[in-house]
């Protein structure tokens, strides 16, 4: 069963002029959190794969409830980011989706990563990445030159 995680993201400023040598200075500030979508093979597997903490940054699990995609409870515009965990702790890809945008014509989206394990992916380290576009239109973009293509002709369309 996936799971609904939230989580709260701090970065220490005391951290952006320290040399490395010696205690570093604490000054934590809250910068925000994500919303996942996990499915996983255990509590735990979510915990090591989410928690982390260095000397500049943290990420930690505020709150988790099941989820049932029958059931989506996200606003229309809100982004989701999936992730699939395997049964040895490995992540099998973490993709971003979302159903509105702003951007005229765009009726939905996808961007997926695949990591090698959870410190890959907190180091922005992806072995793989794929994104794809859905137009109201019913056109579809594999990348993001494809989406810059539609999004003029949409945009010349509108201003003829």
């Known amino acids: 069963?996936?799971?609904?995680?939230?989580?709260?993201?701090?970065?220490?400023?005391?951290?952006?002029?320290?040399?490395?040598?010696?205690?570093?200075?604490?000054y934590w500030k809250n910068k925000g959190g994500s919303t996942y979508v996990v499915s996983a093979p255990s509590d735990e597997a979510i915990e090591s794969l989410i928690n982390y903490s260095s000397d500049y940054s943290e990420e930690y699990i505020m709150h988790t409830e099941e989820y049932d995609p029958r059931n989506d409870v996200f606003e229309p515009w809100q982004e989701r980011t999936h992730i699939t965990i395997n049964e040895n702790?490995?992540?099998?890809e973490s993709r971003t989706s979302g159903t509105?945008?702003?951007?005229?014509?765009l009726a939905s989206y996808s961007h997926t990563w695949g990591y090698e394990n959870a410190k890959a992916r907190r180091k922005g380290e992806s072995l793989t990445y794929r994104v794809q576009y859905?137009?109201?239109?019913?056109m579809v973009a594999n990348s993001e030159e494809e989406a810059c293509e539609i999004f003029e002709h949409l945009n010349n369309r509108a201003m003829a």
């Open 100 to 105: 509105e945008d702003l951007r005229r014509g």
């Open 1 to 26: 069963m996936a799971k609904i995680v939230t989580t709260q993201y701090r970065e220490n400023y005391g951290s952006h002029d320290w040399d490395g040598t010696g205690e570093c200075p604490q």
């Open 134 to 138: 859905v137009f109201k239109n019913g």
């Open 89 to 92: 702790g490995t992540i099998l």
